[in-house]
């Protein structure tokens, strides 16, 4: 048991920082693009565009490549520890959140922003007022963001290993137990992986429909 | 006398043409002035100039300053714009109305009673805890003008506040906006492609044909004396049009 909530625990934890670290890059990247007119804007968001659907296993394996012992970042030590299986979620959430977030913002009406600024707000002003504007959108951004993350396996087998008490997370212990063929452990598992998914989405929607006037 | 705001040769582009030619347009304090003209005549692009909300050419001078010199948030921040939509924000009446204030920075116990002030003038106090989403086209602009009157500004903008309001509605927006006009001593640009609206509120006109200013007076003057015969011809067209139709 104490193994589970270890295992939930790191799951959790892994998730919680890649979903976060992807909102801190995703936000502004995601403002810029659907605010900002610059060259190579539309290439940038159609890379994002892409981004949003990128294999995990793929990205497993990039990161993989580049931590390895031997690989242009292999100094760092990070293979096969909790913080590579964050570096790969994060390269897999952050253009779903940058992608959302820039089409959370061009579907509002762009004379808001007009307004905002006819009101007098800064840059600064007028782009926290439209993230509240498009809070709904953006907040699911956010749980989609996170339910890629806390359901992908492949990415988080390959940098991270599946070590026991080191970098086990469920996603990973479900596929180890199916292919040890203790099904009930597994199914066990996977429940909980549902179970976890659903509350932290009820707690998003809750904040996400409280908002809503 | 300086003019609170005055453009001078005042030129905007888009995508290679000239879509707005002011010659010389000057708007003295206190006064109010009604941009009249058909769609598409370049009024709308004059109050976005006006505003510093696209780029233009030329000469826009706010209290005898270079606009340019001013600071973008800084100069916004000496007017207030109502547009043609209330485009309200998905929050309550009152916190769209204290918006500006809180940009602006000031203690909440001020913003509080300026905006009280402004809810009970335009008869909206009771909407203030409302979602400004609820509330029909009629409350909306009266939130609206809540929101740019609260913010006590040297120049206010106004782009067919009324266009998308029913007649009746219509008309008592404009009686009230024409009383608080005259109590406050705002000075104030309205656009509008309606004549009769232009005559009720405004004591001077700017008559834009075709992306350019050609004629700008007193009503009286260019209703008299229209500088050319098309001017004479829009006047005269839109007056008898709008006259029979309410």
Not at chain 2, 120 to 125: H, Q, Y
Not at chain 2, 192 to 210: D, G, K, M, P, Y
Request: hydrophobic share 50%.
């Amino acid at each position: 048991m104490p193994e589970v909530f270890q295992v939930t625990s790191l799951s959790l934890q892994v998730s919680a920082a890649a979903t976060a670290i992807s909102l801190l890059i995703g936000l502004p990247l995601g403002t810029s693009l659907a605010l900002g007119r610059f060259p190579g804007r539309s290439l940038l968001l159609s890379i994002v565009n892409t981004g949003m659907g990128l294999p995990p296993v793929v990205v497993g394996l990039a990161v993989a490549i580049t931590l390895w012992r031997s690989g242009p970042l292999g100094d760092l030590h990070l293979i096969y520890t909790p913080a590579a299986i964050v570096i790969a979620q994060v390269i897999i959430a952050a253009p779903i959140v940058t992608g959302l977030t820039a089409a959370a913002l061009q579907a509002l009406d762009p004379r808001f922003r007009l307004q905002l600024y006819g009101l007098g707000a800064s840059r600064a002003q007028m782009t926290w007022y439209l993230w509240r504007e498009a809070r709904l959108p953006l907040l699911a951004a956010l749980m989609a963001g996170f339910g890629g993350v806390i359901s992908e396996v492949g990415a988080s087998m390959m940098v991270g290993g599946n070590i026991r008490f080191q970098t086990r997370v469920l996603t990973t212990a479900i596929v180890l137990e199916t292919s040890k063929g203790n099904f009930d452990i597994a199914i066990a598992l996977g429940l909980l992986l549902l179970i976890i998914t659903f509350l932290v989405n009820l707690a998003l929607t809750r904040i996400q429909q409280r908002g809503r006037s | 006398m300086k003019a609170l705001l005055e453009a001078e040769r005042l030129v905007v582009r888009r995508d290679g043409h000239t879509v707005l030619e002011v010659p010389h347009l000057a708007v003295q304090r206190g006064e109010v002035l009604a941009a009249v003209g058909p769609n598409g005549a370049g009024k709308t692009t004059f109050f976005m100039a006006a505003a510093r909300l696209l780029p233009y050419q030329g000469k826009l001078l706010f209290d005898g300053d270079r606009v340019e010199t001013l600071g973008a948030i800084a100069y916004r921040r000496r007017l207030a714009l109502v547009m043609q939509e209330p485009l309200l924000f998905d929050t309550s009446v009152y916190r769209n109305v204290d918006m500006g204030l809180r940009f602006r920075g000031l203690p909440r116990e001020a913003v509080k009673v300026r905006v009280a002030r402004w809810l009970s003038r335009l008869e909206i106090e009771h909407l203030a805890a409302r979602s400004a989403r609820k509330i029909s086209g009629g409350e909306a602009q009266r939130v609206s003008l809540a929101r740019a009157f609260v913010l006590e500004p040297e120049l206010l903008l106004l782009d067919e506040p009324f266009s998308g309001l029913d007649n009746a509605t219509r008309r008592r927006l404009l009686g009230d906006l024409r009383a608080i006009l005259l109590e406050t001593r705002t000075t104030a640009i309205f656009i509008t492609h309606n004549l009769n609206e232009a005559i009720r509120i405004a004591s001077h006109l700017a008559v834009f044909l075709e992306g350019r200013v050609c004629q700008v007076g007193t009503v009286t003057e260019v209703l008299d004396r229209p500088a050319t015969p098309q001017i004479a011809a829009f006047l005269g067209t839109v007056g008898a049009a709008q006259m029979t139709s309410g």
